[in-house]
């Protein structure tokens, strides 16, 4: 959905797993090599067994009724009930462990709140700063985001952190992790949200210090740049870009190109023409007036936009004649 591209996940990883960016990660991999090693090992046994004990108690001729050779063997019920009970309580003693480091936050750590909604993720960071579908943050430094949503149940993941969680409306859930690189990464949802659950991506892009502070600055001006350029990247890094194409093709949303000046038919059977009102309006109200043939599904931009990004947004439309 992003004019950022994510770096490839299995470029740089293992045959299982996304390069390791987050080192309290390293706990979840081993756990997961090490059910899986026992799983082998258990799944070869187990064949092993049968196709000896096949072999064994294979009918004969002289032999039609096969002998009830065991009543009870104290030991071996004992071993087999003891033996995976160690093993489970193993497992469950590591992931427990490796579930509390991954859910407390060092108190140092930088918070930023994520809202999801269809079918977008919005960051807003401590000085005030918002971004759509790109979460920006410093190399080395705890990140903690508080995470809530606005309509279904959403799913924060990143591979790349073994980090996912569930975003659910009415409640905030949280996570952390720590980058020890700067580089772009991918993020997804991975919970099925709806039609654009796939679309459903981000880009975590980490920076070093320097590059965050000048990011920091940036990000939300937009001042000196001409109101079409503005709008093209309101477009390109607010989400519009994930329903809304500018070629013609039909997305979630109408497109923008030749959308100015158009007439559109409304789901209540009225007739609008597209002007700089009615714009304004669907942006900040999008259930107000709903394109015959969409669904109202677009998530409200009211405080997420300021005036001059709307301004922004109708004068490029305007241009995508
Ligand atoms: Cu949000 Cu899937």
New binding site residues.
């Given amino acids: 959905m992003n004019t950022l591209k994510a770096e490839s996940l299995m470029s740089k990883g293992s045959f299982w797993f996304p390069e390791l960016l987050f080192s309290s990660g390293v706990q979840t991999d081993r756990l997961f090599y090490f059910i899986f090693i026992c799983s082998c090992l258990m799944f070869v046994g187990i064949i092993f067994v049968v196709f000896y004990f096949l072999k064994k108690y294979k009918k004969t001729q002289s032999n039609q009724v096969a002998e009830l050779q065991l009543t009870h063997h104290h030991l071996l019920e004992l071993s087999w009930t003891i033996i995976p009970l160690i093993l489970v309580l193993f497992v469950f003693g590591w992931g427990f462990k490796g579930f509390l480091t991954l859910s407390v936050a060092p108190s140092d750590a930088m918070e930023i709140h994520v809202v999801?909604k269809?079918?977008l993720w919005q960051f807003e960071y401590p000085n005030g700063n918002k971004t759509i579908g790109e979460l920006v943050v410093p190399v080395h430094k705890p990140i903690k985001l508080i995470m809530t949503s606005e309509d279904?149940i959403?799913?924060f993941y990143l591979p790349n952190f073994r980090v996912k969680r569930d975003?659910v409306p009415n409640r905030y859930t949280r996570l952390w992790f720590e980058s020890k690189r700067v580089g772009n990464f991918q993020i997804f949802?991975?919970?099925?949200?709806?039609d654009?659950?796939?679309d459903?991506l981000g880009v975590l892009r980490v920076l070093d210090d320097k590059a965050y502070v000048a990011w920091e600055k940036e990000v939300n001006s937009g001042a000196d740049m001409p109101l079409d350029q503005l709008g093209e990247k309101v477009y390109t890094t607010k989400g519009c870009i994930t329903c809304h194409s500018i070629d013609g093709s039909v997305k979630t949303g109408p497109t923008w190109k030749g959308l100015f000046g158009s007439v559109h038919k409304l789901t209540n059977g009225q007739s609008v023409s597209v002007e700089e009102n009615y714009i304004r309006e669907s942006i900040t109200a999008p259930q107000a007036k709903v394109v015959a043939g969409f669904q109202p599904v677009m998530p409200t931009y009211s405080g997420v936009l300021n005036d001059r990004e709307i301004v922004a947004v109708i004068e490029y439309i305007k241009k995508l004649k």
């Fill in positions: 999801a269809k079918w279904v959403h799913s975003v949802c991975t919970e099925f949200c709806g654009g659950h796939s459903m």
